[in-house]
């Protein structure tokens, strides 16, 4: 079975953003690409796996993390568009925001890796069909912002509320999300859950069959090995394809930086759960990027 493993490189200004606090980290090396994106290319090394790095366009600029994202390249990863600032309710930006957000993330990239994307994910899965129809106007391959759950936006929403202790609300997806194919699939620009014919594929974040429960490495914190193993077990025996997400942040010992995030355990904790997932994906699917992944199958999983 083919899969793709894929890392949100969220800068911890973003977490910190949340929180209405400034972050200024020493020689403006972000821990997120100093830590988190060393880490994790040191762990595909490891399994000699080539993965997904979703990069934030602001963090693309800076000197300090160009080396990075060359390096990303250079082992043969794919680097996607995270648009340019990760704003919050991506989905509701006006036109001209939104189309903006999209097309300077990825020429930030594209200045720093020497390569255009053309995958894309929305900051917190907050999409619809118009940000899907504005991707199709810019001849984006595939978009890799659907969550098929029918609880990971309350999910979110409490979480994020809890985190930054305000009743917020968030639109980081739907309800019906939760009956969209476990597949890739090309969806309907009418309605984003569901197949149609249009010119861009959907590769939906993996999630438990049947039950649709968050698989990825967030839940894997909060609820354990046991869990994970459970719904990993259910996704493997279902013949569904893979698209395992996992943040940067997972690999960086925050408490360095005076950060706390509600249900997010210890670094080595982290770390240990992070490389169990590993073994078992690894075990498991054929990993590639996920640009890869859509050319190989064609949508046909």
């Known amino acids: 079975m ?5 890392v949100d490189v969220d800068g911890l200004w973003t977490y910190y953003r949340y929180l209405g606090r400034e972050f200024s980290p020493p020689d403006e090396l972000d821990p997120v690409y100093g830590e988190g994106v060393f880490n994790f290319l040191e762990l595909f090394k ?6 997904t790095f979703f990069i934030v366009g602001r963090d693309a600029v800076k000197a300090v993390h160009k080396n990075l994202i ?5 082992e043969g990863h794919e680097i996607a568009n995270h648009t340019l600032h990760h704003r919050e309710n991506f989905c509701q930006l006006p036109d001209k925001e939104l189309s903006e957000e999209i097309d300077l993330g990825a020429e930030k ?8 994307p053309v995958g894309f994910r929305a900051p917190i899965f ?8 504005v991707l199709i106007s810019k001849e984006y391959l595939y978009d890799a912002s659907l969550l098929p759950s029918f609880f990971a936006s309350f999910a979110l929403q409490l979480g994020h509320s809890l985190w930054r202790r305000q009743n917020l609300k968030l639109k980081t997806g739907r309800f019906s999300f939760g009956l969209a194919p ?3 699939y090309r969806p309907d620009s009418r309605c984003l859950w569901k197949s149609g014919s249009e010119d861009i594929w959907e590769v939906p974040v993996s ?8 698989l990825h490495s967030s839940y894997a914190f909060l609820f354990g090995k046991r869990i994970f193993d459970l719904g990993f077990n259910m996704l493997r025996k279902s013949n569904a394809p893979l698209s395992y997400l996992f943040h940067g942040l997972d690999l960086v010992d925050f408490k360095k930086y005076n950060l706390h995030i509600p249900f997010f355990r210890n670094f080595s904790y982290r770390n240990e759960i992070c490389r169990h997932i590993m073994n078992r994906l690894k075990s498991a699917y054929e990993l590639m990027p996920t640009k890869e992944l859509v050319e190989r199958s064609g949508g046909q999983m």
């Open 126 to 133: 907050s999409v619809n069909e118009r940000v899907l129809k």
């Open 182 to 184: 476990l597949a890739i």
């Open 2 to 6: 083919f899969g793709t493993v894929q």
């Open 46 to 51: 490891k399994h000699s796996i080539k993965a």
């Open 70 to 74: 060359q390096r990303i390249v250079g």
């Open 207 to 214: 999630v438990m069959p049947y039950l649709r429960l968050p």
């Open 109 to 116: 990239i594209k200045e720093a890796g020497g390569i255009y």
